[in-house]
Nanobody, 123 residues
Framework: QVQLVESGGGLVQAGDSLRLSCAAS????????MGWFRQAPGKEREFVAD????????SYQDSVKGRFTISRDNAKNTLYLQMDSLRPEDTAVYYC????????????????WGQGTQVTVSS
């Protein structure tokens, strides 16, 4: 089992940067592909980015390509999301999640979830 705890959210202005972290417990972190999702008020939870077990491959939602970077440090059991050039439409609760398969944008394919961290971008 994997327990996930996100941190790093906050209130920023448009154009600013934030780095989210997701700390994982347990010794099996490196066996899971990891993803970031987000959920804005009144909207469905949506895929943002994911990364393979080793960190050698990543994929992104089109709206964040070139602005967000997902990475992981398996030695520290930590997943990251570097968010640059933030926009008001990036405002949401951001969740990290663990999956046994890489490349799925669907929440149903993720086995473990964190509690979320709020990101608010003002214009």
């Amino acid at each position: 089992q994997v327990q996930l705890v996100e941190s790093g959210g906050g209130l920023v202005q448009a154009g600013d940067s934030l780095r989210l972290s997701c700390a994982a417990s347990g010794r099996t972190f490196s066996r899971y592909a990891m993803g970031w999702f987000r959920q804005a008020p009144g909207k469905e939870r949506e895929f943002v980015a994911d990364v393979t077990w080793t960190g050698d491959m990543t994929s992104y939602q089109d709206s964040v390509k070139g602005r967000f970077t997902i990475s992981r440090d398996n030695a520290k059991n930590t997943l990251y999301l570097q968010m640059d050039s933030l926009r008001p439409e990036d405002t949401a609760v951001y969740y990290c999640a663990a999956s046994r398969q890489y490349g799925s944008p669907w929440t149903r394919d993720y086995d473990y979830w964190g509690q979320g961290t709020q990101v608010t971008v003002s214009s």
